[in-house]
C-alpha cells in the first residue's frame, strides 16, 4: 500500500507570504496521478490541483503544483486570507485505489 | 452549476444500518463516475468506494469491504450507499465526490453516528 506522508504538519505564516507544502509517497507514483485539495472548517474539500501540476476550474494562478516520481509540492506564491485551510494531497492508483495524506494546516501566524 | 447533495445521514446503533443518498445536477451524470470518501470530524480523508458510469465496475476499501454496498441510478441522477453493520468506528462525515483519478467536486456532506 502506497502512503502519503505530507509535510509539515503546521504552517505558520504570514498574508503575502509564500507556502510550500510538501507530500511524499512511500513508492512512485504512475503517470502523476497527485492532486491536491483544500479543505476549510465545516466545508467538503475543493480541488485545487490534478496530473501533479494542472489547475482545476477557478483556482487562482498563486497555487500551483510540481514534483514527480515520489515527492510532489504544492506552492502557494503569495497567500490570501482565503488561503489559510487544510490541504491534502492524493493519490490515485494500486490499492487501495484513492489515498490521502494526512493533511498540513495552514494557518495564520 | 455541477451540485451534489448528500443525504441520508443521522444516528445509528452498531450493528444497524443506513443508507446515504447524493443527488447530482448541473451535468450529465451518467457520464461520470462517483465515488464515497468519509471523513471523521477533525481527522484526515478516507476513500471509501467508487462505482463507473454504467456500474459495471466498483471497488471498496477493505475497511468496508463486505459491509457496505455502493449503486447507482443514472434515471434519478443519484448514487447510494447502503451501509450495514455499522461500528462505531463508522462514526464520519460522507461526501460523495465525482470523478476517476481525481475527485473533481464533492457533495456537502452527511454525518453518520454510531452509538447505542
Redesign the interface.
Known amino acids: 500500500e502506497i502512503v502519503l506522508t505530507q509535510s509539515p504538519d503546521t504552517l505558520s505564516l504570514s498574508p503575502g507570504e509564500r507556502a510550500t507544502l510538501s507530500c511524499r509517497a512511500s513508492q512512485t507514483i504512475n503517470n502523476n496521478?497527485l492532486?491536491w485539495?483544500q479543505q476549510k472548517p465545516g466545508?467538503?474539500?475543493?480541488?485545487l490541483i490534478?496530473?501533479t501540476s494542472s489547475r482545476?476550474n477557478g483556482i487562482p494562478e498563486r497555487f500551483s503544483g510540481s514534483g514527480s516520481g515520489t515527492d510532489f509540492t504544492l506552492t502557494i506564491s503569495r497567500l490570501e486570507p482565503e488561503d489559510f485551510a487544510m490541504y491534502?494531497c492524493?493519490r490515485?492508483?494500486g490499492s487501495?485505489?484513492?489515498?490521502?495524506?494526512?493533511?498540513t494546516k495552514v494557518e495564520i501566524k | 452549476e455541477v451540485q451534489l447533495v448528500d443525504s441520508g445521514g443521522g444516528l445509528a446503533q452498531p450493528g444497524g444500518s443506513l443508507r446515504l443518498s447524493c443527488v447530482g445536477s448541473g451535468f450529465t451524470f451518467g457520464d461520470f463516475p462517483m465515488?464515497w470518501?468519509r471523513q471523521v470530524p477533525g481527522k484526515?480523508?478516507?476513500?471509501l468506494s467508487?462505482i463507473s458510469s454504467s456500474s459495471q465496475t466498483i471497488?471498496y476499501?477493505?475497511s468496508v469491504e463486505g459491509r457496505f454496498t455502493i449503486s447507482r441510478d443514472n434515471g434519478k441522477n443519484s448514487v447510494y450507499l447502503q451501509m450495514n453493520g455499522l461500528r462505531d468506528e463508522d462514526t464520519a462525515i460522507y461526501?460523495c465526490a465525482r470523478g476517476?483519478?481525481?475527485?473533481?467536486?464533492?457533495?456537502?456532506?452527511t454525518l453518520v453516528t454510531v452509538s447505542s
Not at chain 1, 43 to 47: D, T, V
Not at chain 1, 96 to 103: A, K, N, S, V
Not at chain 2, 44 to 47: M, N, S
Request: aromatic share 34%; no cysteine; hydrophobic share 30%.
Open positions: 496521478y492532486a485539495y466545508q467538503a474539500p475543493r480541488l490534478y496530473g482545476a491534502y492524493q490515485y492508483g487501495p485505489l484513492w489515498t490521502f495524506g494526512q493533511g | 465515488n470518501v484526515g480523508l478516507e476513500w467508487y471497488y476499501a477493505d461526501y476517476y483519478s481525481f475527485l473533481s467536486y464533492w457533495g456537502q456532506g
